[in-house]
């Protein structure tokens, strides 16, 4: 039903109610057990104990769990502990953020209205807003939130915030009369309340058309509902590597039962030895450190003002590919603030931001002194006297109790001197006529204290230049003649060009027996003083955030619920929108079937005057697209869609609690350009994660497959078991851990962002582990033949140095892994954190080596002084012989 096309009388009767008297008690209590209660419903809940279950599922989780029942199995309690620890642990976040994310539907639930006034029987009532059926006439006022969808019957100077329904920045004014148009945006309803809005101006009544799940409001809880962001790039990653080790798990473990049987070892003690390298492959210390590192982004990020509430989310933000941003608030400082002043013909800029009362007149380039420029002072004290806001402070910041505009021409006054407070020392009001939508105006009577009165009015340019006769021109009064007219329209026009939203200013003395009964007496014969043109501005930081964003490889796509001509003039400054980019409004969109957008996406900057709706389909299109997408919003109406893309971003502070609930991260500033330090945050995170892969993996081979040689060769094991769950927990553990910290390479944001579907083993990263992981385990062995031979066949002499040069091996390479390139192009002590593992796991094999009851129980020996240098030579070489043939071919 087409609602706001229809007349009054045809909304009463397609819901059946009466507008005297609305519907009986009895017939409410009918509708209300045919339809139910008023109320957002919640989806079928899990239980807590299925959603913890759930978190098993996880393919790498499933790996873990197998390597620790076969290390039980050989009696390795300690690995099978610490490897149930790690995979709880990870059940226990994975359960946390999933119940968080249930809490989205409950916010939103706390946004409908406690208690409604309704015509039940011809008596004005309070009703709990649950109880609210179709058909029942509502009052709002000022200060009610709307208990249900409303289409409006009655307005009188009605304006209500629906700016986290529809991304509107000012308050919308609202009429009751009917629109033409059948196809319109939520913004563009004039007519219609919805549920959760708040009326912030005047009084209507309304009839309800909608409740519960029907409302606006339900249909976003809906879309929140069934929005899935889907796995995360690291999680599919995660899976795609537990899948490869479990492969290769399997084959190591065919492989040495088969070679063991074939020379005639027990097939039994083959398995074993099997089954324990098998265990070796998998890098059980890999969720935890993944974890950890993820932990540590977070407490970095939260000092560049992002709050990450889930862990994925750190990393998915360093592949964006797309950025989809709301305008009012993120992009720009959502304070309204007059950047122009015409009056008496001149055009004058107004600097300064926002609630800043710091900011100055200038003409042409030229500073101007407002105090001297009698247009200027006339204006804006006519403009403070038609005036209902107040500008307030509070814990150091400054806000405007009351509407926007006005607020901004309050601090447009301040500006040039002429304080709110100072203005109205000077005169008292007698009269008032609120501002209403059909008339576009506000007026007001004052008296000054020489008892000289004044009609002073505001409100649409176009409306007031009808209603003038006269105009203020380089300080004289001149009749106002169309060849004047047709100058004031062309400044008008000039700003309106600019995105400016305007408002015009007259006035006209009052003799002192005039008495004024009605608006339409007050607003005639008016003087025109000028016009005041305001915008809520870009921030400054946010241009060069956009365009390193760019260079980054990442696209900004501009969607908000403001006038198309806002948003692109807003665009352009900001340099999202690029010479040939396309933009599209909510009317097109709404034609366009999600194939349709899909093929068109990639073309359009800007999306403006759209809906909840729209913003979901919009991050569907671009995710069919292949594109990893970071949304941002405030609003209700942002949550489906933050929800949806691969990492929602929410706004701390002017940001509602749904939306904060349903989004990934939440900026404490509400600034663009903390999403760009997040995304070299993320970026940081996932080439760390990289790098203690490639750590821990090649460290991996190099054990397997030094005793893989040794079993093939027919030689005695290089290293007893202990050994090798030392150097899991120790050498391979806190180094990896402390790669996590490394700081991120210079040009990490001048790179495009990897593509979604790129494996781990992506950019030579599988070559670079089997090279040095094959080199690792030779040294490793050929360390061990030199001081088997050396020793006189002295086998726990042999297995010490072996034991020794695979550690000192893995701690020289874990600083190669740094650098995508060379060991050389990064100085080892950028990283003081890793230097310091490096430091206490040298330390612990030096302990293990030569303090007796350690030596005992690891099976070492002390080492000789030459055996040391050849340990030293030996683990060095599989680093610097590739770091040596890199920069030959540099």
């Known amino acids: 039903m087409q609602w706001h096309t229809l007349a009054a009388s045809d909304v009463a009767h397609e819901t059946k109610t009466n507008v005297k008297t609305g519907l009986t008690a009895a017939e409410a209590e009918k509708r209300l057990r045919q339809f139910g209660y008023n109320e957002l419903a919640e989806g079928k809940k899990e239980s807590a104990i299925v959603v913890f279950f759930r978190q098993f599922q996880d393919f790498m989780v499933l790996v873990l769990l197998l390597a620790t029942v076969i290390s039980a199995f050989l009696g390795e309690y300690v690995d099978a502990v610490a490897i149930v620890v790690i995979v709880i642990m990870n059940a226990i976040l994975g359960f946390i953020q999933e119940r968080r ?205 992002a709050i990450v509430r889930k862990l994925p989310a750190v990393e998915t933000l360093g592949c964006a590919s797309v950025i989809c941003s709301d305008k009012t608030g993120t992009m720009t400082e959502n304070m309204m603030t007059v950047t122009q002043v015409w009056a008496g013909g001149r055009t004058f800029a107004v600097s300064g931001v926002g609630f800043d009362m710091a900011g100055e007149f200038s003409e042409r380039g030229r500073a101007v002194d407002p105090t001297r420029v009698p247009e200027i002072a006339r204006l804006l004290t006519m403009a403070v006297l038609c005036n209902r806001s107040e500008l307030k402070e509070e814990n150091g910041r400054r806000y405007v109790d009351g509407d926007p505009t006005e607020g901004a021409l309050l601090v447009a006054a301040a500006k040039a001197g002429l304080a709110k407070g100072m203005v109205w020392r000077e005169y008292t009001v007698e009269q008032e006529f609120p501002f209403d939508s059909e008339r576009k105006m506000m007026t007001v009577i004052v008296r000054d204290r020489n008892g000289r009165r004044l009609v002073v009015t505001k409100g649409a340019p176009d409306v007031l230049l009808e209603r003038a006769d006269r105009l203020e021109w380089n300080g004289r009064e001149q009749v106002l003649t169309p060849a004047w007219k047709e100058t004031i329209e062309k400044a008008i026009r000039q700003m309106a060009s600019s995105a400016l939203r305007t408002i015009a200013v007259a006035y006209r003395p009052l003799a002192e027996t005039e008495r004024i009964v009605s608006e339409k007496e007050a607003e005639t014969k008016l003087r025109f003083l000028g016009v005041a043109g305001m915008i809520d501005p870009p921030r400054p930081e946010v241009k060069q955030a956009v365009a390193r964003c760019k260079e980054a490889g990442m696209k900004t796509v501009m969607i908000t619920g403001d006038h198309v001509l806002t948003a692109t003039a807003i665009a352009k400054q900001l340099g999202v929108l690029p010479p040939g980019g396309k933009v599209m409004d909510g009317t097109t969109l709404s034609k366009l079937s999600v194939d349709e957008l899909e093929r068109a996406v990639d073309d359009i900057y800007v999306f403006a005057r759209v809906a909840p709706e729209h913003k979901l389909k919009i991050v569907n299109a671009l995710k069919r697209r292949g594109h990893i997408v970071a949304m941002t919003g405030d609003g209700v109406n942002d949550a489906p869609a933050l929800k949806a893309a691969d990492i929602g971003v929410a706004m701390g502070r002017s940001g509602t609690e749904v939306a904060k609930e349903a989004a990934s991260l939440v900026l404490l500033d509400d600034n663009f350009a903390t999403i760009e330090a997040a995304i070299e945050e993320g970026r940081n995170i996932y080439e760390n994660i990289r790098k203690f892969i490639r750590y821990l993996l090649a460290s991996n081979v190099g054990e397997i497959l030094v005793m893989l040689f040794a079993m093939l060769l027919a030689l005695p094991l290089p290293l007893v078991p202990i050994q090798i769950l030392w150097v899991n927990l120790v050498t391979d553990g806190l180094p990896a851990m402390a790669l996590g910290l490394d700081r991120p390479e210079e040009n990490v ?120 240098l050849l340990i030293v030579g030996l683990s060095a070489l599989p680093t610097f012989l590739f770091a040596g043939s890199f920069r030959a071919r540099k």
């Open 749 to 868: 944001m001048k790179r495009p962002p990897r593509r979604p579907d790129e494996g781990v083993f992506a950019r030579g990263l599988g070559w670079k582990i089997i090279s040095r992981g094959v080199l690792i385990g030779a040294v490793t062995l050929a360390a061990f033949l030199t001081a088997y031979e050396r020793s006189g066949e002295d086998l726990v002499y042999a297995q010490t140095a072996a034991f020794a040069t695979l550690v000192l091996a893995q701690l020289i390479h874990v600083f190669d892994c740094r650098c995508d390139r060379s060991i050389f192009d990064r100085s080892p002590f950028g990283n003081m954190y890793l230097v310091a593992a490096v430091a206490v796991s040298l330390a612990l094999l030096l302990v293990v080596i030569y303090y007796p009851p350690l030596a005992a129980v690891f099976h070492t020996k002390p080492l000789a002084a030459v055996d040391w």
């Open 101 to 305: 994310a249930e809490k989205s539907l409950a916010a939103l639930k706390r946004l409908s209205a406690p208690q409604a006034v309704v015509l039940r029987g011809g008596e004005w009532v309070k009703v709990p807003a649950r109880e609210l059926v179709v058909g029942d006439v509502v009052r709002l006022a000022s200060g009610d939130r709307v208990g249900a969808d409303v289409r409006l019957i009655e307005a009188a100077g009605l304006e209500i915030e629906e700016s986290a329904l529809t991304g509107e920045s000012v308050p919308v004014a609202k009429s009751a009369a009917p629109l033409r148009t059948a196809q319109a945006s939520l913004g563009d309803l004039h007519n219609m309340a919805f549920m959760g809005t708040l009326v912030t101006r005047g009084n209507g009544i309304g009839i309800v058309i909608a409740t519960g799940m029907k409302t606006a409001m339900g249909q976003i809880a809906t879309m929140l509902e069934e929005a899935d962001a889907g796995a995360t790039p690291l999680q599919r990653r995660l899976e795609q590597l537990g899948k490869i080790l479990l492969v290769v798990a399997l084959a190591l473990t065919a492989m040495v039962v088969a070679v063991g049987v074939v020379q005639g070892h027990d097939v039994y003690e083959m398995f074993l030895a099997g089954v324990s390298l098998a265990v070796a492959a998998i890098p059980e210390g890999l969720p935890a450190i993944v974890t950890v590192v993820l932990a540590l982004g977070v407490q970095r990020m939260i000092k560049r003002n």
